[in-house]
């Protein structure tokens, strides 16, 4: 069986969806392939978010990841938004949910910490959640 495709999706792709890309990828690439899109790019990811996921995971997104907008991506299984507190962008899926999640930009190392932690949570229980058929997508 093929894997599910999970696209995590904010407007700017820069910061929380490129973390839970990578976290993705850490944590669940077993389960779940994943993605980050966004409706806008940015020259390159959020370098506060880059020096948090590597001093946490060991994990240099600036060498896996870039800023993709949303028709970079394979068409996805699942949509994960990250919390765009506008308009969220709109990707056809099977699957949808919204993390909520505020961005950390310009704020402290402890807000960047935080969203990693939440997002690290929050991966391993859509993964859990898929292995377990309470996703169906």
Same mark, same amino acid.
């Given at each position: 069986m093929?894997?599910? $495709?999970?696209?995590?999706?904010? /407007?700017?792709?820069?910061?929380?969806? !490129?973390?839970?890309?990578?976290?993705?990828?850490?944590? =669940?690439?077993?389960?779940?392939?994943?993605?980050? =899109?966004?409706? *806008?790019?940015?020259?390159?990811?959020?370098?506060? =978010?880059? %020096? #948090?996921?590597? !001093?946490?995971?060991?994990?240099?997104? *600036?060498?896996? !990841?870039?800023?993709?907008?949303?028709?970079?991506? +394979? !068409? +996805?299984?699942?949509v994960?938004?990250?919390?765009?507190?506008?308009n969220?962008?709109? /990707? +056809?899926?099977?699957? %949808?949910?919204?993390?909520?999640?505020?961005? +950390?930009?310009? $704020?402290?190392?402890? *807000?960047?910490?935080e969203?990693a %932690?939440? #997002?690290?949570?929050?991966?391993?229980?859509?993964? *859990? %959640?898929?292995?377990?058929?309470?996703?169906? =997508?």
């Open positions: 093929n894997k599910l $495709k999970v696209a995590f999706v904010c /407007v700017h792709n820069s910061c929380r969806s !490129q973390i839970a890309e990578a976290l993705g990828k850490m944590f =669940a690439s077993d389960v779940f392939d994943s993605y980050s =899109a966004g409706t *806008e790019t940015k020259p390159s990811i959020n370098k506060d =978010a880059v %020096r #948090i996921i590597k !001093q946490l995971y060991d994990l240099d997104m *600036e060498t896996t !990841q870039s800023s993709k907008l949303i028709s970079d991506i +394979p !068409q +996805p299984d699942i994960i938004t990250m919390g765009c507190n506008v969220c962008p709109y /990707v +056809p899926c099977k699957y %949808r949910e919204d993390w909520g999640l505020d961005d +950390p930009t310009g $704020k402290n190392d402890n *807000e960047f910490i969203t %932690r939440i #997002i690290e949570h929050k991966i391993l229980s859509l993964k *859990e %959640r898929i292995i377990n058929h309470e996703i169906k =997508a």
